[in-house]
């Protein structure tokens, strides 16, 4: 059974940064897309970027030129590094796995989620 976990949320003031980690565990890493999405209070889960298995990478506009998605394929781990933060991206933050090739920004297509790691961006 795949498993995700996700770590390194927080409290952080805004301009500040948090690195986001997502391990894996119960399959095989390297034949995982592993995207990550986040949802705010009363707003519907919002796609943040993806890293397919070839480490090519796609990012939500929002989020360009501040958030960067790696993957270790060696620690079985995915990683969310958010810099500049903004009050706005204050939400909880959730990883998920893909065997998919196409359509990477949508969460239907993600067969693995984590529990969510909560981020707080303060003023």
């Known amino acids: 059974q795949v498993q995700l976990v996700e770590s390194g949320g927080g409290l952080v003031q805004a301009g500040g940064s948090l690195r986001l980690s997502c391990g894996v565990s119960?399959?095989?890493?390297?034949?995982?897309?592993v995207g990550w999405f986040r949802q705010a209070p009363g707003k519907e889960r919002e796609f943040v970027g993806t890293?397919?298995?070839?480490?090519?990478?796609l990012h939500t506009d929002s989020v360009k030129g501040r958030f960067t998605i790696s993957r270790d394929n060696a620690k079985n781990t995915a990683y969310l590094q958010m810099n500049s933060l903004k009050v706005e991206d204050t939400a909880v933050y959730y990883c998920?796995?893909?065997?998919?090739?196409?359509?990477?920004?949508?969460?239907?297509?993600?067969?693995?989620w984590g529990q969510g790691t909560q981020v707080t961006v303060s003023s």
């Open positions: 998920a796995a893909s065997t998919a090739f196409l359509s990477l920004g949508v969460s239907g297509s993600y067969n693995y």
């Open positions: 119960g399959g095989t890493f390297s034949a995982y897309a």
């Open positions: 890293i397919r298995r070839n480490g090519i990478t």
